[in-house]
């Protein structure tokens, strides 16, 4: 995670230049305060995995001497199939429409996305996959 780290430091850094740059040739209040809270996120995300780098044993792709085996095993559970992220995607879609051409279409759309996210939530506890 220590790659992963610097990577971001990294980013945080151009950003951290960039602003004051971009700032100064545009004057943009909107761009400048993204790119102000673009660098505060690569900032906190690099904090996150610094920290839970030190905390934990070095993973196998971390290391130099580490072999393939080492990183063999479980990695989690993966759906087989899912239908829900459809319906969300639809039900989601219904309320940017809604937001559109009307906020009875968006009531309507977040009646469904809620129904649809919580279908998605709960798609293991019935059922054909139900732990």
Known sequence: MRVESWIF?????FFALITPIYWYMSEDWTGTSALVMTTGLALLITFYLGFTARRM???P???VDAEIVEG????????????WPL???LALSVCVIGVIFG?????????????????????????????
């Open 87 to 89: 319906f969300c995607g």
């Open 103 to 131: 906020w009875w279409l968006f009531i309507i759309g977040a009646g469904i996305l809620s129904v649809t996210t919580t279908g998605f939530v709960f798609e293991y506890y019935r059922g054909e996959h139900a732990h």
């Open 57 to 59: 044993q070095p993973r």
């Open 72 to 83: 063999a095993g479980e990695l989690g559970f993966f759906s087989p199939h899912s239908w």
């Open 9 to 13: 430091a990294l980013n945080a850094v």
């Open 61 to 63: 792709e971390d290391r």
